[in-house]
Antibody
């Protein structure tokens, strides 16, 4: 059974760095073709892809956020960590991690429940 | 352009058929994937690849593509199909991912 769960602070101040952890089970990021992505959704808004990390440690970022994002993995602990620097109130959103597969395009077959992050002083 | 465009809202009478579209240049090369999201819940994968449904997704959901437009069709819409639907695909570079703006489906 595949599960993912996001964890991190519910509230961060502007300019601070956000660190989110995705802890998963039911698959391994050391398995060829496995990937994990982060996706966020501001209140009432659409989904927005943030970053993806692959089994071979390849990393890909949303071009509009690439300077602020870092994604990493700890295969032994089944965790993926996303850091986002210089947080702003517009970054207030629910942040999801999702297992990522590939069939001509990338898709997300299992999602975490999401964690709401509010950016406010 | 490097974006995916969806109609914001669409309505359908109970038991009727509704088509949700997603437009974007990258769809000429890559399939769209579709997700259903109900209020307060994480998105659920509905269609992936050319026209594959994950286990548990009813066969009233189907997908198609023509040119730069991908479509999700619900044949015989049910009350529980009322939700937001998002498409996603790769961007033209192939390395990054795009999401559409979402379509809110109302079942009347």
């Amino acid at each position: 059974q595949v599960t993912l769960k996001e964890s991190g602070p519910a509230l961060v101040k502007p300019t601070q760095t956000l660190t989110l952890t995705c802890t998963f089970s039911g698959f391994s990021l050391s398995t060829t073709t496995m990937r994990v992505s982060w996706i966020r959704q501001a209140p009432g808004k659409a989904l927005e892809w943030l970053a993806r990390i692959e089994w071979d440690d390849a990393k890909f970022y949303n071009p509009s956020l690439t300077t602020r994002l870092t994604i990493s993995k700890d295969t032994s602990r089944n965790q993926v960590v996303l850091t986002m620097t210089n947080m702003d109130p517009v970054d207030t959103a629910t942040y999801y991690c999702a297992r990522t597969l590939y069939s001509n395009t990338y898709y997300y077959d299992y999602w975490g429940q999401g964690t709401l992050v509010t950016v406010s002083s | 352009s490097s974006e995916l465009t969806q109609d914001p809202t669409v309505s359908v009478a109970l038991g009727q058929t509704v088509r949700i579209t997603c437009q974007g240049d990258s769809l000429r090369d890559y399939y769209a994937t579709w997700y259903q999201q109900k209020p307060g819940q994480a998105p659920v994968l509905v269609i992936y690849g050319r026209h594959n449904r994950p286990s548990g997704i009813p066969d009233r959901f189907s997908a198609s593509r023509s040119g730069n437009t991908a479509s999700l069709t619900i044949t015989g819409a049910q009350a529980e199909d009322e939700a937001d639907y998002y498409c996603n695909s790769r961007d033209i570079s192939g390395s990054h991912v795009l999401f559409g703006g979402g379509t809110k489906v109302t079942v009347l």
